[in-house]
């Protein structure tokens, strides 16, 4: 199972948006509605951003929003601020015997 | 606030076993629709998912890794474990404990993690 396509870096300064794509395949992100997304400060514990595509786990603020269509799945990141500075992955279910696909993550740079 | 902590050698020798502990605090290991799980992220490379284990002691690997991997847990200890044999260099990463939430989706979401320890299998 190949990893999910991210693209390497997204920026942009605070309060504009971002939006952060993840491209799979028809046996993965096409294929089910369980694209999760994780945001990761370098040194500390990944976080759930995203379940289910387009599902806030509670705390998460709502500048975040998730979506999917076809074999890709976004990740947007409205009114950016410092603190969403981070690395972001996708994950994928593609099946039984292979439960969880990744991407490579995207770096966030706020401007 | 549910806290896991992982823990185990920073260094292994090629042809030998890794062993990692994740202490879970903050809540029960053994709450319902809870799973457990491991993951890796070798260095520039992207997130590896490893093995997952309920409180019950059933068992979920990842076919590549499945022959050797074993991964078990102690509820007494609140404590879930990961061993990893025949290890070579294509082993090293930065190794992550993480709650599976089975209650809240089908995907089994990672909800919480702990903050990743890094193993180098080095001589």
């Known amino acids: 199972q190949s990893a999910l396509t991210q693209p390497r870096s997204v920026s942009g300064s605070p309060g504009q948006s971002v939006t952060i794509s993840c491209t799979g395949s028809s046996s993965d992100v096409g294929g089910y509605n369980y694209v999760s997304w994780y945001q990761h400060h370098p040194g500390k514990a990944p976080k759930l951003m995203i379940y289910?595509?387009?599902n806030r786990p509670s705390g998460v603020p709502d500048r975040f929003s998730g979506s999917k269509s076809g074999n890709t799945a976004s990740l947007t990141i409205s009114g950016l601020q410092a603190e969403d500075e981070a690395d972001y992955y996708c994950c994928s279910y593609a099946g039984t015997y292979t439960p969880y696909v990744f991407g490579l993550g995207t770096k966030v740079t706020v401007l | 606030q549910l806290l896991l902590q992982e823990s185990g050698p920073g260094l292994v020798k090629p042809s030998e076993t890794l062993s990692l502990t994740c202490t879970v605090s903050?809540?029960?290991?053994?709450?319902?629709?809870?799973?457990w799980g491991w993951l890796r992220q070798p260095p520039g490379k992207g997130l590896e998912w490893i093995a997952t284990?309920?409180?019950?002691?059933?068992?979920y690997y990842n076919p590549p890794l499945k022959s050797r991997v074993t991964v078990s847990v102690d509820t007494s200890k609140s404590q879930f474990s990961l061993n990893l044999s025949s290890v070579t260099a294509a082993d090293t990463a930065v190794y992550y404990c993480a709650r599976v939430d089975a209650y809240r989706s089908s995907s089994w979401p990672f909800d919480y993690w702990g903050q990743g320890t890094l193993v180098t299998v080095s001589s």
């Open positions: 289910d595509v387009s």
């Open positions: 284990i309920y409180y019950s002691g059933s068992t």
């Open positions: 903050g809540g029960s290991i053994s709450s319902s629709g809870y799973y």
